[in-house]
């Protein structure tokens, strides 16, 4: 009973925090409200007993991704004013979406209301339970292969991401961090002696 409590709870909070994302008026409140979403959904995963993908969630997500939006969300010149007068322009697109999931919640609701066979929930495991020792036993052994397909495809991701990154573009300054490195104050710096003037002197005829 505590734990059914516990999960609508977080599902409510949660909710809330996905309203606050497409709600804010400010991209950074949006971010946050993301992150705060993100963390009652590591609270649900962790009602269910899997712990190691509440932990990957915060540490992955809100540790690094959300970072990594907030920094270019704050690099990057967002125009407030455009993205409300956008909101409007989107609407319909977002009530059809909304649509589409309250149907296929009210389907679920449904069928378990009729008494049809649907997934029974999860049985508590014993003490000695890990599920990030059983989760590495399915990864390596049956997903191996689409493992290593998808760590090759990040890498190529990463490596086209730095080039694109390094071209070089027409009109645009370059750093070259060795030279900057190498340079001494002697080639920047040049000090010059002046003898002392008084004010009286300097306007003089």
Known sequence: MFVEILFWVFSSLLVIAGLGVIL?????HSALWLVYAFFNSACIWL????EFLAIVLVLVYVGAVMVLFLFVVMMLDIKI???????VRYALVA???AGVMLGEIYTVVKVRSLGMPAMAAPLPHPAGYSNTQELAKVLYTDYVYPFE???????????????LTLRRRAGLTRQNPTEQVAVRAADRLVMVKMEPTRESEEKAP
Do not use: D
Not at 24 to 28: C, D, I, L, Q
Not at 47 to 50: F, S
Not at 81 to 87: H, I, T, W
Not at 149 to 163: D, H, P, W
């Open 95 to 97: 009530a059809l979406v």
């Open 149 to 163: 397909l998808a760590a090759v495809l990040l890498l190529v991701a990463i490596v086209a991401a730095i080039v």
């Open 24 to 28: 804010s008026r400010n991209p950074v």
């Open 81 to 87: 004013e455009l993205k409300r007068g956008q909101f």
């Open 47 to 50: 009602l269910l007993e899997a």
